[in-house]
C-alpha cells in the first residue's frame, strides 16, 4: 500500500559534497513534509510544501532545502553534507480532508 | 507554544499485560490527537486519532480517549503482544496550521514472551 516511496533507501556521502532526496507519492496529496529522526530529538520537521512550488521552513531547516515542481515529487537537498546531518530522514504526506500523515519507509544517510 | 509530552520509556512488560503510554498536551485551540506507531526498521504508522473532545480512537486492540478536562490522551491496550514492541509517538494537529504535526519525543516499547 506503498502510495509513497523515498529514495534511496541508504547513502553514504563525503562531507561537502551535495545529497538529494527524493519523495514519490501516488495519492495526489497536497500536503508533503521532510522530517529528520534523531535518537533523543524524536521527530524535527526540516522543510513542508502546501502545494506546488509552496514551500516553506520548518524548525531545522539550516543547511537543507527543497522544490516540489510536481504534486507528485518533493526533493531535499543537502547543500553541503556535514557529519551533523547523519540521520533517518522520513517524508510523509497528508489529504486536504484528513489530518493523518501516510509515511515513507525512511532514507538512512550517512556522511563521512 | 503547543506541546506534547509523552511518557519516557522504554517500557518494558510481560506478553499479556496491560499496557498505558502517558499522553499529556498543551494547546491554545482545539487539535486532533494522534498515535503513531514505529515498528523497527520502517516509517511511521497513523495507528490512531481522536479529532474532538471525548471522541475515542481505537485500532488493533490500541485505545485512547481525548480527555480536554485533564489535556490528555494516553494510550492503552489490554492484553500486549510480543508483535506490539514499537515506539509510540503522540501528537496533535491543527486544521490550519499547514497540517503540522506536532511530536512527542515517543516511548519504545518491549514486549518479552
Known amino acids: 500500500d506503498a502510495g509513497i516511496t523515498q529514495s534511496p533507501r541508504h547513502k553514504v556521502t563525503e562531507t561537502g559534497t551535495p545529497v538529494t532526496l527524493r519523495c514519490h507519492q501516488t495519492?495526489?496529496?497536497?500536503?508533503m513534509y521532510w522530517y529528520r529522526q534523531d535518537p533523543g530529538h524524536g521527530l524535527r520537521l526540516i522543510h513542508y510544501?502546501?502545494?506546488?512550488?509552496?514551500?516553506d521552513k520548518g524548525e531545522v531547516s539550516d543547511g537543507y532545502s527543497v522544490s516540489r515542481s510536481k504534486t507528485e515529487d518533493f526533493l531535499l537537498t543537502l547543500e553541503s553534507a556535514t557529519s551533523s546531518q547523519t540521520s533517518v530522514y522520513f517524508c510523509?504526506?497528508?489529504?486536504?480532508?484528513?489530518?493523518?500523515?501516510?509515511f515513507g519507509s525512511g532514507t538512512r544517510l550517512t556522511v563521512v | 507554544g503547543d506541546s506534547v509530552t509523552q511518557m519516557e520509556g522504554p517500557v518494558t512488560l510481560s506478553e499479556e499485560a496491560f499496557l498505558t503510554i502517558n499522553c499529556t498536551y498543551t494547546?491554545?485551540?482545539?487539535?486532533?490527537l494522534f498515535w503513531y506507531v514505529q515498528y523497527p526498521g520502517e516509517g511511521l504508522q497513523l495507528l490512531l486519532k481522536?479529532?474532538?473532545a471525548d471522541d475515542k480512537g481505537s485500532n488493533k486492540g490500541f485505545e485512547a480517549t481525548y480527555r480536554k478536562e485533564t489535556t490528555s490522551f494516553h494510550l492503552e491496550k489490554g492484553s500486549v503482544q510480543v508483535s506490539d514492541s514499537a515506539v509510540y509517538f503522540c501528537?496533535?494537529?491543527?486544521?490550519?496550521?499547514?497540517?503540522?504535526?506536532?511530536w512527542g519525543l515517543g516511548t519504545s516499547l518491549a514486549v518479552n514472551p
Open positions: 494547546a491554545t485551540g482545539y487539535p486532533s
Open positions: 495519492e495526489n496529496h497536497r500536503y
Open positions: 510523509a504526506i497528508s489529504a486536504l480532508t484528513d489530518y493523518g500523515y501516510t
Open positions: 481522536a479529532t474532538k
Open positions: 501528537a496533535l494537529s491543527y486544521a490550519g496550521n499547514n497540517r503540522k504535526l506536532i
Open positions: 510544501s502546501y502545494g506546488v512550488k509552496d514551500t
